[in-house]
T-cell receptor, first 114, second 117 residues
Framework: AQKVTQAQTEISVVEKEDVTLDCVYETRDTTYYLFWYKQPPSGELVFLIRRNSFDEQNEISGRYSWNFQKSTSSFNFTITASQVVDSAVYFCALGRGAGNKLTFGGGTRVLVKP | GAVVSQHPSWVICKSGTSVKIECRSLDFQATTMFWYRQFPKQSLMLMATSNEGSKATYEQGVEKDKFLINHASLTLSTLTVTSAHPEDSSFYIC?????????????FGPGTRLTVL
């Protein structure tokens, strides 16, 4: 069975602070994909990143960065110099193949205060 | 490209009535569509997987007679909540998987908020 755990239910920071969201996953598959999505108050899921199990390179995209540690089954997400617009719920998800059904973590609500 | 729409975006209905939600892939063909449900302040839970031209596969605990799914074409899947009750009030999100190539990934619709009175 697949499982995704996001231990932090809510994080509150002041603008310009960095914030790191933890994601730990469980799977018996050797090939799998990990995702991060942002869900703003409007509800629509915004795709942030997809990473396959064979690519452990960390990635940076603007103020966003991701740290994939296969040895600890973690795929953490950091927002650098947070902004108010970053306030949202962030979901980590695990899937078998990029297009197969996803198992979502419980989500972490990020509140960035001005 | 890769846009998925849902209609309606929100709906309010009376208890006991049925509600149909549409999920459309606007610029690609989707052999598979997924339906998720999200209760307030909770995560997304997969309800069913819908394949074009065949019966949907439901996740454990999801009543297939209550949540009817039809995937009659490569661009449209519908979810009908039959005899809706207040506990069915939720945010329903669909996603679509494109055929082949670099589009072998899911694209999410904007969601439909259902409120049953």
């Amino acid at each position: 069975a697949q499982k995704v755990t996001q231990a932090q239910t809510e994080i509150s920071v002041v603008e310009k602070e960095d914030v790191t969201l933890d994601c730990v996953y469980e799977t018996r598959d050797t090939t799998y994909y990990l995702f991060w999505y942002k869900q703003p108050p409007s509800g629509e899921l915004v795709f942030l990143i997809r990473r396959n199990s064979f690519d452990e390179q960390n990635e940076i995209s603007g103020r966003y960065s991701w740290n994939f540690q296969k040895s600890t089954s973690s795929f953490n997400f950091t927002i650098t110099a947070s902004q108010v617009v970053d306030s949202a719920v962030y979901f980590c998800a695990l899937g078998r193949g990029a297009g197969n059904k996803l198992t979502f973590g419980g989500g972490t609500r990020v509140l960035v205060k001005p | 490209g890769a846009v998925v729409s849902q209609h309606p975006s929100w709906v309010i209905c009376k208890s006991g009535t049925s509600v149909k939600i549409e999920c459309r892939s606007l610029d690609f063909q989707a052999t598979t569509m997924f339906w998720y449900r999200q209760f307030p302040k909770q995560s997304l839970m997969l309800m069913a997987t819908s394949n074009e031209g065949s019966k949907a596969t439901y996740e454990q605990g999801v009543e297939k007679d209550k949540f009817l799914i039809n995937h009659a074409s490569l661009t449209l899947s519908t979810l009908t909540v039959t005899s809706a009750h207040p506990e069915d009030s939720s945010f329903y999100i669909c996603s679509a998987r494109a055929q082949g190539g670099s589009y072998n990934e899911q694209f999410f619709g904007p969601g439909t908020r259902l409120t049953v009175l």
